[in-house]
Every structure is written in C-alpha cells, then in structure tokens.
C-alpha cells in the first residue's frame, strides 16, 4: 500500500516560518480529501487543513498563520506555516481519504518552534 510522504519539518523559533510538502501517493487529482494533521505529546491527532475538491478547510488555530495549496505540477499538497507559536510543535502527518474508507498515513516530519 503506497504511502504519501512528508519533508520540510525542521526548528523554528517562534515568529518563524515553516513550509511543509506531502508527495502524494497517487494522481492528487483521484484523491478525495488530502491534508495535514498533527499530534503533539500526550495529545490526540487533530486536523490542521485539508483541501475538500476545490475547498479548504482550517483548524481555527491555525487560521490566518497557515495556508495549504496543491502544487499540481510535483503532485504535493503544501502547508506554508507563518507565524509559528511554540504551542504547533507537533509530529506533522499528511492524510489522503481515497474514499470506501481507504485512508493513508504518512510517517510524519517533526516540526519543533522554540519560544
């Protein structure tokens, strides 16, 4: 089962900026919903965006500060992370719902903002 894979975590101090790349798994064109989630220690995954056909969705706490955008070209789905608060260090995973229930996880790049 092929797997999307994540790059560009990295330490940031807080103020900074981040840019986050999922290599897709397949055509980003036959993918449902793909997007980024995190999870930072001793809490659940959450839902940081994600791009629904042409729409995107954001957490709230992220709104204004992130912005993720599909590069058709290198077939990526991208998260530009501004603005970053020590409170996003998190293990940042990309997500693809193919649909019937068929998700795909990435392995997950670190993202780490010192205040």
């Known amino acids: 089962q092929a797997q999307p894979v994540e790059s560009g975590g990295g330490l940031v101090q807080a103020g900074g900026s981040l840019r986050l790349s999922c290599a897709a798994s397949?055509?980003?064109?036959?993918?449902?919903?793909i997007g980024w989630y995190r999870q930072a220690p001793g809490k659940q995954r959450e839902l940081v965006a994600r791009?629904?056909?042409?729409?995107?969705n954001y957490a709230e706490s992220v709104k204004g500060r992130f912005t993720i955008s599909r590069d058709n070209a290198k077939n990526t789905v991208d998260l530009q992370m501004n603005s970053l608060k020590p409170e996003d260090t998190a293990v940042y995973y990309c997500n693809e719902d193919h649909g019937l229930g068929y998700i795909s996880w990435g392995q997950g790049t670190q993202v780490t903002v010192s205040s």
């Open positions: 397949r055509s980003i064109f036959s993918i449902n919903t």
């Open positions: 791009i629904i056909g042409g729409r995107t």
